[in-house]
């Protein structure tokens, strides 16, 4: 399978503790993309790299937050001291260029009880 | 921001009828995609089509850039097409903005 993987599928927290999702692109990606998806909306756009570098950070992004991609490949996104409101569909996207096609991951789903 | 609007908000279909999704947006386009979103969340790629028509089998899609709009078309709709139809952009900015979707019910 070359698509984009999320790891894990699902996960059920308490509020307050910490979380660590992780993306794995399509591999001869370089720009992947963090999205968040909330009962009944379109995804929400979160942050944005360019193989290690994170160029763009949405305003959603609080600094409970953290990305991270390291070599440039599969990236990390953490939250700190979860609360309710971060229950979401957490997404990923990757693309080959700036303005193409991007191609998202199956997504985690995070409940904060 | 960008604006990006969706009609109609709900569509139920008989098997086998026609239907177009609309989508309004207020930046100028580098990348427009049109996803489906399943029953457990994946967004299944449609069509990427800044401009011009594309077609797929049942689907197409037409994006006229310079008015600001992007159609989707289904026919001969099946059971199995039912789910939310999302718009996305990519305007000036790197990342895709959404629309609200498009909840489809096709019944049997």
């Known amino acids: 399978d070359t698509g984009v993987s999320q790891d894990p599928r699902h996960k059920i927290t308490k509020r307050g503790q910490n979380v660590t999702f992780r993306c794995d692109p399509i591999s001869e990606h370089n720009r992947l993309y963090w999205y968040r998806q909330t009962l009944g909306q379109g995804p929400e756009f979160l942050t944005y790299?360019?193989?290690?570098?994170?160029?763009?950070k949405s305003r959603l992004l609080s600094d409970r937050f953290s990305a991270e991609r390291p070599k440039g490949s599969f990236s990390t996104l953490e939250i700190q001291r979860t609360e309710q409101g971060d229950s979401a569909m957490y997404l990923c996207?990757?693309?080959?260029?700036?303005?193409?096609?991007?191609?998202f991951g199956p997504g985690t789903r995070l409940t904060v009880l | 921001g960008i604006q990006v609007e969706q009609s109609p908000p709900d569509l139920i279909l008989q098997e086998g009828a026609n239907s177009t999704l609309r989508c309004n947006f207020s930046?100028?386009?580098?990348?427009l995609q049109w996803f489906h979103q399943n029953p457990w969340g994946q967004l299944i790629n449609l069509f990427y089509?800044?401009?011009g028509t594309k077609q797929n089998g049942r689907l197409s899609a037409t994006t006229v850039a310079t008015e600001r709009y992007s159609l989707l078309y289904i026919s001969s709709s099946q059971t199995t097409d039912s789910g939310v139809y999302f718009c996305a952009l990519g305007g000036s900015a790197r990342q895709l903005t959404f629309g609200s979707g498009t909840q489809l019910t096709v019944l049997p």
């Open positions: 996207a990757s693309s080959l260029v700036l303005g193409g096609e991007q191609f």
């Open positions: 089509i800044p401009s």
């Open positions: 790299f360019q193989n290690e570098a994170q160029l763009e």
């Open positions: 930046d100028s386009v580098n990348n």
